[in-house]
């Protein structure tokens, strides 16, 4: 189904006006405003430190400075630590991971470094 370019105009300035409605509602209501505040906050409160969060796969590979399919191998082969979750998918714990690379990091000697291998 094909939504006209018209219609979707429409519907975008109608959520514009929406939302400018909200806000000026909002600001007109400092109880608002602190309600609001206070649930965010809590919100936020709640949310567990950035380290301890699960990533998913394209944040482990930045995370390890990998390509998506080396970590695919890897966990493929079962040689690296990750979480399959039902109705979610592949999860790694960043501290895992972390321990993972330190344990399977090389030494290179200092002589070495900079030069194409």
Known sequence: MQI????????????????????????NNPQLVLELSGMLLGAIDRLPPESERLMDEQAACIYLGIKPRTLAKCRSASKIPYLKIPGVGVRYDPKALRTWARAHQRQVHPAWRGKAS
Request: net charge negative; glycine share 0%; aromatic share 0%.
């Open 4 to 27: 006209n370019p018209e219609s979707k105009h429409q519907a975008l300035e109608s959520v514009i006006r929406n939302l400018d409605a909200a806000v000026k509602e909002v600001n």
